[in-house]
């Protein structure tokens, strides 16, 4: 059973840093690629960037581009969202997933695309 656990959420002041991992299991994702999408209260979910799990590259939202990082371990199986520079405009659930394959910039974005979800984490960025 394919499984991803998001963790390190929680509470930050404007500026500050943290880290988010998405632990994956239940089948080989090599062959993928890992989104993260955030939802923020009475909006829709929207994409923040994308890693392909074999070649390491990424594709970030104009909105996160220079100030949040996707990274992986692979003998983990880990990926990780460093979110630097926070907001509060960046309050929000964060989710991983996971889509097979395709790597365009519309599959990246689409969350139609993304086979498994987390249970997501919550962020808040105090003023």
């Known amino acids: 059973q394919v499984q991803l656990v998001e963790s390190g959420g929680g509470l930050v002041q404007a500026g500050g840093s943290l880290r988010l991992s998405c632990a994956a299991s239940?089948?080989?994702?090599?062959?993928?690629?890992m989104g993260w999408f955030r939802q923020a209260p009475g909006k829709e979910r929207e994409f923040v960037g994308a890693?392909?799990?074999?070649?390491?590259?990424?594709y970030y939202s104009s909105s996160v581009q220079g100030r949040f990082t996707i990274s992986r371990d692979n003998a983990k199986n880990t990926v990780f969202l460093q979110m630097n520079s926070l907001k509060p405009e960046d309050t929000a659930v964060y989710y991983c997933?996971?889509?097979?394959?395709?790597?365009?910039?519309?599959?990246?974005?689409?969350?139609?695309?993304?086979?498994?979800w987390g249970q997501g984490t919550q962020v808040t960025v105090s003023s």
């Open positions: 997933a996971a889509g097979a394959l395709a790597w365009t910039a519309q599959a990246v974005r689409n969350m139609a695309a993304y086979d498994y």
């Open positions: 239940g089948r080989t994702f090599s062959s993928y690629r």
């Open positions: 890693i392909r799990w074999s070649a390491g590259s990424t």
